[in-house]
């Protein structure tokens, strides 16, 4: 089973930037889409990004010019790059995978990213 796992966050200002990456354990095959998700205490986990195989690029509109999600196939990462950071982007993200004929999901074990003054 492939394992995921998120580095990057941490405590920033408002205002600051932070990039989290996901590195895979092994190659995931098929991939359909590359995601990162967020989760604040008490609330449904939220789709932050997506990008699909073909490189097209979804955002949440909270997070739409701020936010950016990429891959890099070869090194087996995905990254999301997060500008302008807010209090309310104040969360655990996630990155998952949907890949494989079933569609299977692949998740993260999470990072916490902290937007405090």
């Known amino acids: 089973q492939v394992q995921l796992a998120e580095s990057g966050g941490g405590l920033v200002r408002p205002g600051e930037s932070l990039r989290l990456s996901c590195g895979a354990s092994?190659?995931?095959?098929?991939?359909?889409?590359g995601n990162w998700y967020r989760q604040t205490p008490g609330e449904q986990r939220e789709l932050v990004a997506t990008?699909?195989?073909?490189?097209?690029?979804n955002y949440a509109d909270s997070v739409k010019g701020r936010f950016f999600i990429s891959r890099d196939t070869e090194k087996n990462m995905m990254y999301l790059q997060m500008n302008s950071l807010k209090p309310e982007d104040t969360a655990v993200y996630y990155c998952?995978?949907?890949?494989?004929?079933?569609?299977?999901?692949?998740w993260g074990q999470g990072t916490q990213v902290t937007v405090s003054s």
């Open positions: 998952m995978y949907v890949a494989g004929d079933i569609r299977s999901a692949y």
């Open positions: 092994d190659i995931i095959p098929n991939v359909y889409s």
């Open positions: 990008i699909f195989s073909g490189g097209t690029k």
